[in-house]
């Protein structure tokens, strides 16, 4: 499961980062990168309690990405829709009042 916490993070990153959407800076700090889940694993193997550590990384790990990815791409596709909506009205707009609304100055008459 922590393979898939961290695949799922990685895909949603990518897929991003191809649109030009750039994931929050404090998501990869949160995550703890690959060197501090390495060494809280090692710890906890040599602690003997690798399998509470695991489930509670992955548990934390889980909420942190999935959270975070939904959040965000709900915040997108809102944006995406106003800016639709936005599109719309232009559309429907006479090409006076979008004249005016794109230089800021009306056609004198």
């Given amino acids: ?3 898939y916490v961290v695949g799922y993070h990685t895909y949603d990153t990518v897929y991003r ?6 994931p929050p800076t404090w998501v990869f700090m949160a995550g703890l990168g690959w060197e501090v889940r390495l060494l809280i ?4 193997a040599a602690l003997g309690v690798l399998t509470p550590v695991l489930y509670a990384l992955t548990a934390y790990l889980l909420v942190l990405f999935a959270v975070e990815s939904v959040t965000s791409w709900v915040r997108l596709d809102k944006a995406s829709a106003q800016a639709s909506a936005d599109a719309e009205q232009d559309l429907e707009a006479s090409p006076e009042d979008a004249l005016e609304q794109a230089t800021g ?3 004198k008459a």
């Fill in 1 to 3: 499961m922590l393979l």
């Fill in 41 to 44: 694993i090692a710890a906890g």
């Fill in 105 to 107: 100055e009306a056609e």
């Fill in 17 to 22: 980062t191809r649109q030009s959407i750039w």
